[in-house]
């Protein structure tokens, strides 16, 4: 499994699973005729900013204790149980402000509005995929390789190899089936970003699927992550997670 595609399902926030459209704010400005609805609108939108840069702000230090505990070759699965339920406490508390600020917003968008704004968010994240495309082209990175080149760079021992080989085969055939549905779902075109009056429920189904599958992926990546651990020695096991936490990425698709 491409360790990207890993991290982003592990860590990343999608547009559509926070119901956020690309340049929201910048189409307001520019499809939204009502001064005051548009007033109004900017007022929400500078609700949510404030809610994001504080979710950002404990995301990014949920990430470095991720990171520390990587390195520790002794770190106890429960405490990476512990550090993947904190997680979801405050993805499900964001996801939560998520679904209040587009609740309030689209009540105050005509439905010809919505369709320009979801129109040009379309094109936004168009042009924003085709040049990430481009740019990674032109630069190899550790994030953009398979999870299990990345460990066998430091493994020498034949033996080793093929426990760690056979070991990543099966995580890698559950994980990807995951990983599949929740790309599947959480895709610019789900109905749920693009029709304007989707119910608070509908939202809240939504994360729920996107957050089950996440709490199926945990245990799965842990137990392949402690097999790892178990194969390796102390050196070798310095050196994968050194790698693995600089391809670590906090991935958003805004």
Do not use: C
């Amino acid at each position: 499994m491409i360790i990207a595609a890993l991290f982003a399902m592990l860590f990343g926030e999608g547009s559509t699973e926070y119901f956020y459209i690309a340049e929201f704010e910048k189409s307001i400005n520019r499809y939204v005729d009502d001064k005051e609805q548009k007033k109004e609108i900017k007022g929400h939108i500078k609700d949510y900013q404030k809610a994001v840069k504080e979710y950002n702000k404990q995301h990014a230090k949920q990430i470095k204790n991720f990171k520390k505990k990587n390195l520790d070759k002794k770190t106890p699965k429960q405490d990476y149980l512990n550090f993947f339920e904190k997680r979801m406490d405050l993805k499900k508390e964001h996801q939560a402000e998520a679904i209040e600020f587009r609740l309030s917003i689209q009540l105050l968008i005509t439905d010809d509005e919505w369709q320009n704004i979801v129109s040009a968010g379309k094109i936004a994240i168009s042009k924003a995929d085709e040049k990430a495309k481009a740019k990674q082209s032109k630069k190899d990175k550790p994030a953009d390789h398979e999870l299990i080149e990345l460990v066998n760079e430091y493994i020498a021992d034949e033996e080793k190899n093929k426990e760690i080989t056979a070991a990543y085969g099966e995580f890698k055939e559950g994980a990807t089936v995951l990983n599949k549905a929740y790309t599947n779902i959480n895709v610019v075109d789900n109905s749920l970003l693009v029709i304007k009056d989707v119910t608070k429920l509908e939202m809240e189904q939504f994360t729920d699927s996107l957050n089950a599958l996440r709490l199926e992926l945990y245990p799965t990546y842990l137990d392949f992550l402690y097999e790892l651990n178990e194969i390796t020695n102390d050196k070798e096991w310095a050196a994968i997670m050194k790698d693995l936490n600089k391809a670590i990425k906090i991935i958003k698709e805004q």
